[in-house]
């Protein structure tokens, strides 16, 4: 997961694949691949926060794919379909996975 020396260097933070419709109903192959651009940083952190009084046997993390693309919406027919040389797109992707990506839980 090694992110390009042309691009900053470092590793991928996210790399997602997979296919969607364009404007005109073709199916297209994208790749969102996330990661240090430039030397700026695109990474996001996170704190969940567990009951300390409870003990766990197990803890999940879910992610929600669907919301990294919505709120603002991550348009690919504006954006392209590989985004790891956009700094607009890196952006879009970043602010994105602020809210609603993630969530933990445990039993």
């Known amino acids: 997961m090694l992110w390009p020396i042309t691009l ?14 364009d404007n005109y109903g073709e199916q297209k192959f994208y790749n969102t691949h996330t990661g240090g651009l430039y030397g700026n940083d695109y990474s996001v952190n996170y704190t969940f926060d567990l009951n300390t009084t409870e003990t ?10 669907n919301n990294i693309y919505n709120d ?5 027919n504006y ?12 952006s879009v992707i970043q602010v994105n996975m602020l809210e609603d990506v993630f969530s933990v839980s445990g039993n």
């Open 72 to 76: 603002p919406v991550y348009d690919f």
């Open 79 to 90: 954006y392209g379909s590989a985004i790891m040389s956009s700094e607009e797109a890196q």
């Open 56 to 65: 766990y046997s197990k803890i999940y993390i879910d992610m929600n794919i």
């Open 8 to 21: 900053g260097g470092g590793y991928h933070y996210m790399k997602l694949e997979g296919r969607y419709l």
